[in-house]
C-alpha cells in the first residue's frame, strides 16, 4: 500500500506527463499548421505547359492545325481527347457529340470514320469562318511523330473500356511509350486500370471533375498525377498531394476567369497547367515565347 504522500506524488507525476504530452501534441499540431501556412515545392522543377486541345484560341480545337500551332509556341505537351468510332477507329473530340465543334450532329460512336468526314469542325476567329476535319488520332501522331509530347484522355465507350487496348498498340508502333512521349489521363479508373495492366510504364493522370474532388481518393489512388479543376485546387490539398510525391495538373473550366485562377494556382506551387491560353502560361511562368 502507498503512503499518502506517494501518492500524492504519483498524482503530481501523472499530471506531469498528461501536460507534457499535451504540450506535444499542440507542438506537433503548430508545425503541421505552419507546413500549410505556405505552399510547399513543386514536385517538378518546371511546371508543365499542356496545350488544352491545342491552340484552341486561335485555332478550331482538337484539330492539326491548333496541335501545330501549340507545337510552335514549344509547349511541355499537346492534350488529345479521345473518342472512338462505330468501326473502331481513334478521332481527336472531347465531346460525346460533334454537335458543338462541327458542322453536323450525333455521337461520334455511331458514326464510321467515313461517315464522319462528311462533316468539318467550323469557329470563327477575327471574324472569319474556319473549317477543318475531325483529325484521326493516327494523324496526328503521323503530324509529329516523336517530336512532341502527347497527354492523351481516354474514355469509356458505352461503359466499357475498349479504346486501351488499340490505343497501346499504336503507340507502341511509333515507339512513343518507349521514348517516355506519352502521358494518359482519365476520370475513370476502370479505364485507367485497363491501361495499367496493358503498359504499366505510362505515367497517369486520375482526374476528377469541378465539385467532385475527393483528397483521400486522390491520395489512396496509384497513380503519380492528380488533375483537378481550378476552384477545386485549394493550398492543403495541394500540399497533401506534394507530401505523397504526388504532381498536381489543373484544367480550367471558366475561360473569363482562367488569367487569375492561373495565377493563384501558381502560388500554390502546381506542376501542370491545362491551358487555353499558351502565350498567357508562358509569361506568367517565365518561359520565353
Sequence with gaps: ????SETSDKRLFKKGIAFVLVFISIGLSAIYVS???????SVVEQPKIIAHRGANDRMNESTISAYE???????????IDLRMTEDGLLVA???ETIN????????VADYTLEELRHFQTIEVFS???NTEPIPVFKE???TFTDTEHYYIETRLVNGKAVMEEPLILLLHEYNLIEKDLVTIQSFSQKSLEKIKALEPSIPLTLLFSKGNFNLNDALSADYPIIGM???DVTMKRVNELHRQGKEVHVFFNNMETQKEEQKRVKALNVDGYFTDDISFTKGLLGRKN
Design 1 to 4: 500500500m502507498l503512503c499518502p
Design 229 to 231: 479543376e481550378a476552384t
Design 93 to 95: 473530340m472531347h465531346d
Design 100 to 107: 458543338r465543334t462541327t458542322n453536323g450532329t450525333g455521337k
Design 127 to 129: 471574324n472569319e469562318i
Design 69 to 79: 500551332i501549340a507545337a510552335e509556341d514549344g509547349v511541355d505537351a499537346l492534350e
Design 140 to 142: 496526328i501522331i503521323d
Design 35 to 41: 507546413e500549410d501556412r505556405k505552399p510547399l515545392p
